[in-house]
């Protein structure tokens, strides 16, 4: 599907995806990116400007969404401030003529799985922001519909909140065996909720993978610094050959070998003015404190800022113009202002073309085995 707005400004361009049944889908990318767009035309909130929608096989484009057999929960609630927690929940029932037997029953139903039985009297003013959320899910889950989607639903909710409704919402998915398309810009509720993720930017799908293969494997510089938090480091490098002909990434005092498997890949840069962007995740750079290596092989920097988040350390360093982030176990005994080498394994970089910002070794890593590249050293 593509959606173009009068004007010609394009929102979503080429989006094409197929979604399994009981599948938990997350569309995640920055603000304008066009999820929230995608999700409204699969509503029928939003008409398509070209190609077409199926749930299962009917094609929905020109089905309102009362016919759709979905079920939208929004940020912002969207609850009637005149009506009780029940009748809230039970709305939609009453506007397709179930009875009330049925109504009150499947009412009941949804407040014991969401927890909220003892709210069902109140009304949306006397509750708290996780409990109108829950509420919404409530009218959500009565439906019982085909699709259930989401559109940034934590948003409005404290951190705490954020992270006892992401879980319940995941719970939920496994306990109703539901399909569920999920926009969020919150990369952490995106990892830990979807079984797939699809990546956005600018209104083009950048990548679409589980959670783990983005993180380990980006097809992009954009889809890796998105991705991880602290984000990862990205470092101007050169190649070269050694006297043995083999490829090396040289940055500041570091020599760092690549497999002979990746010549093919990148070795026509070798030699050239063409920029390579090394990618390192914090958790990769590897710290020795001044006195425990000899090694002339690792850079030197000097330590900016320390956060110390329980059980790691996170040390943002300067190195001559740039600033390296890493990740450490424990809380560590380094502070502000402090000499530390440092080094990067090997085994876990990323090589993006400066240019286009396409990541040179995610073929590689895509055709070896547990998604790991060959050893490097």
Known sequence: VGKTYSGGVRAVKDFSLEIEDREFIVLVGPSGCGKSTTLRMIAGLEEITEGK????DR???????????????????????????????????????????????????????????????????????????????????????????MDEPLSNLDAKLRVQTR?????LHKQLGATVIYVTHDQTEAMTMGDRLVIMDDGLIQQVDTPRNIYENPVNQFVAGFIGMPQMNFISVKTEEDVDGNLILNWKNQRIPLHPALKE?????????????????????????????????????????????????????????????ARVQGAGDLKNGDKVFFTVNPKRIHLFEGKTGKNLLYTARSESENNDLPDLQ
């Open 53 to 56: 929608i199926k749930i299962g």
């Open 167 to 171: 879980a319940e919402i995941s719970l």
């Open 265 to 325: 890949h990148i070795g026509r840069y070798t030699g050239t003015d063409e920029e390579l962007i090394l990618g390192v995740r914090p958790e990769e750079i590897l710290i020795f404190e001044p006195g425990k290596t000899e090694s002339q092989t690792v850079a030197e920097g000097k330590i900016e800022i320390v956060e110390i988040m329980g059980s790691e350390s996170i040390y943002y360093i300067s190195a001559d113009s740039e600033r390296i982030t």
């Open 59 to 149: 094609v929905v484009n020109d089905l309102d969404p009362k016919d759709r057999d979905i079920a939208m929960v929004f940020q912002n609630y969207a609850l009637y401030p005149h009506m009780t927690v029940e009748e809230n929940i039970g709305f939609g029932l009453k506007l397709r003529g179930v009875k009330k037997a049925e109504r009150e029953e499947k009412v009941k139903n949804a407040a014991r799985i969401l927890g909220i039985s003892d709210l069902l009297g109140r009304r949306p003013r006397a509750l708290s922001g996780g409990q109108r959320q829950r509420v919404a899910l409530g009218r959500a889950i009565v439906r019982n519909p085909n699709v259930f989607l």
